[in-house]
């Protein structure tokens, strides 16, 4: 029970470290790409369409929330500084500034002189909701910009969920880290497999839980070394032992069906990599506290004991001669005994 658990225990570490990696290598991939700027363009975009969109961008508040961001997206050709996040508040204010829409007439005239299309038949959508009143216009539209951007949200969890199992396949290949010839490793060796165990009780016991990726303006220099310090010190000190790499492969043995039990194993690093750290570190932890508590203490025997009582035999009278003394006998045996006889007197 233990070996097998101590075997599970170094797998879901493995499981671990690599999640950790593959986090810390989307988080810079998303403040390099600027996804979360590209993903509210797009958004953005999609509303008030392609060209009110470089528009918007231009104006001069959207411009200052832009200040000091590290998103950057190339937008027509020209590479934009983008805020990673807007309010609803800042979005129709933006957009009515941009219309020159301060009061009622104001909105009438800017619907009527939109050009056909979705845009005009939603802004007379809107207006018809509203009755005109500028105030609830300008409320219709920050609830349309929410609704939206809930989508939107949605759509960029599922592509950072694609980035995460595109990475892990390829943390898998570069490392050669597949789960069936981990496990090998781990079940015909349990001098191996504890000391991984080993050395997942320590981590899980330092180390803080992880959190979720920050994919909104992660700290490129701070990504950077915690990716140097997961490969250098906790995925270098398991290569040699669970054979990760390709400095141990005997290429001799590399048939199709060595290729094939690779590209399965591959497939379930990166299925489970696409877990997430959180998920992996929850499951260490409980398996070493499992491991930590042991088998349960087995019980005794239970044994039967049964008492016979017995009877004393009764004592005997022994009888000696040479002039010793004897026992006299009980009155009880007195009693047993029967009456001697009276002897009868001869007649005359």
Sequence with gaps: MIAIL??????????????????????LIAGYLSLRGQQLIRAIKGMIGAGATDDFISHPFFQQLAAGSKERTKINGK???????????????ILLDMMEIDNRADLEAAIAGLPEGPSKKLAQFLYRQTNGELIDFKKKLEDWFNEVMDRASGAYKRTSQRWLVGIGLALAVVFNADVINIYHSLSINSTLSNMIADQATTFVNTQPAPTAPNLDNPDIAEVKQKVSALVNDNIAALESPLGLGWSTVDWQQADGKWWLYKI????????????????????LRKLVS???????????????????????????????????????????????????????????
Excluded: H
């Excluded at 101590?6 to 988080?27: K, R, Y």
């Excluded at 399965?264 to 499951?283: P, R």
């Design 6 to 27: 101590s075997t599970i225990i170094g797998i879901v570490f493995v499981m671990l470290l690599f999640s950790l990696l593959a986090s810390s290598i989307l988080e």
């Design 79 to 93: 590479k934009r500084a983008l805020p990673s996040y807007l309010g609803a508040g800042t979005f129709s204010s």
């Design 290 to 348: 499992l491991r930590a508590s042991g088998p349960p203490p087995s019980q005794p025997p239970i044994t039967t004991t049964t008492i016979t009582q017995t009877t004393p035999a009764p004592s005997q009278t022994s009888v000696s001669t040479g002039g010793a003394l004897t026992t006299a006998p009980s009155d009880s045996v007195l009693e047993s005994l029967p009456a001697p006889k009276k002897a009868a007197k001869p007649k005359k």
């Design 264 to 283: 399965i194993g591959w497939l379930t690093t990166a299925l489970g990599i696409s877990l997430g750290a959180t998920f992996w570190f929850e499951m």
